[in-house]
């Protein structure tokens, strides 16, 4: 069909949100996430303890899950949230898929890293079906992960360290690009200088458990948001989804 100056649309109609949280072990990702409206579990690990959350069985293959997707965008439900968890143990099943299809022993067998090249096909696949749920269904999807700490090779300054998504940089570029959010989770940590003698002193972390969101990338982490949230939201054990969500106009349409 020809495009023509009348399909231009005037006002904006937000969309639900592509997230993607991710932060330290035991940070309680997943209780967060379960805040959401309505939401169901994609898991590709075991991680939701005794949370009374609706859950896919554990996917063992990359075909679970996107058996999982297709029957969210087929059969009539509910859901109005997909949380996976996680995408650090979503990749290995990528892996596994991206050699069973070339007939690979391994991901490196290839060399010089054209098998995660290969296995970016598979990523995107898997990107293609979350869109669509979002896009075609309306749900809001929650994409959670594990973060690493890794040596930032900065055109401006000295290599420094930051903490980073826990999977391979093509993947985990791919994921960020197609994320409308991407929240890093961490406990606030402050730092105090105590002598030592002979004239030195030694910083020492301090911290009382305060967890935090961070919204915007800093030297010492990734992140990013549409939706220009201010750079750190509280992140308490009970209510964390409701402070996050009032930042997010999906979730506010409507409201005075």
Not at 219 to 227: E, T
Request: glycine fraction near 8%.
């Amino acid at each position: 069909m020809a495009v023509s100056l009348k399909s231009l649309q005037r006002g904006a109609v937000a969309k639900a949100p592509r997230m993607l949280i991710y932060g330290v072990a035991g940070i309680g990702k997943t209780t967060l996430a379960a805040g959401a409206p309505a939401p169901v579990v994609l898991q590709t690990e075991d991680g939701l303890g005794t949370l009374d959350v609706p859950a896919f069985p554990l996917a063992k293959t990359f075909g679970d899950v996107m058996d999982a997707l297709q029957s969210l965008a087929t059969e009539g439900h509910e859901f109005k949230t997909l949380i996976v968890d996680s995408l650090d143990w979503l990749e290995p099943l990528i892996y596994a898929h991206t050699c069973a299809a070339n007939k690979w022993g391994s991901i490196e067998d290839p060399g010089y890293g054209k098998g995660y090249v290969a296995a970016l096909a598979f990523w995107r696949d898997y990107i293609a079906g979350i869109n669509y749920l979002r896009d075609e269904v309306g749900m809001t999807i929650v994409q959670l992960a594990h973060s690493q700490i890794r040596r930032f090779e900065s055109p401006e300054s000295e290599p420094y360290d930051r903490y980073e998504l826990k999977l391979q940089k093509h993947a985990a570029s791919l994921a960020m690009e197609h994320s409308d959010c991407v929240l890093f989770a961490n406990y606030r940590v402050g730092v105090t200088k105590s002598q030592a003698g002979f004239n030195k002193s030694v910083a020492r972390a301090i911290g009382s458990g305060e967890r935090v969101i961070n919204t915007n990338e800093r030297p010492a982490w990734l992140a990013k948001n549409r939706y220009a949230m201010p750079d750190q939201i509280p992140m308490p054990r009970e209510g964390a989804w409701s402070l996050l969500a009032q930042h997010i106009p999906f979730f506010n349409q409507g409201k005075e």
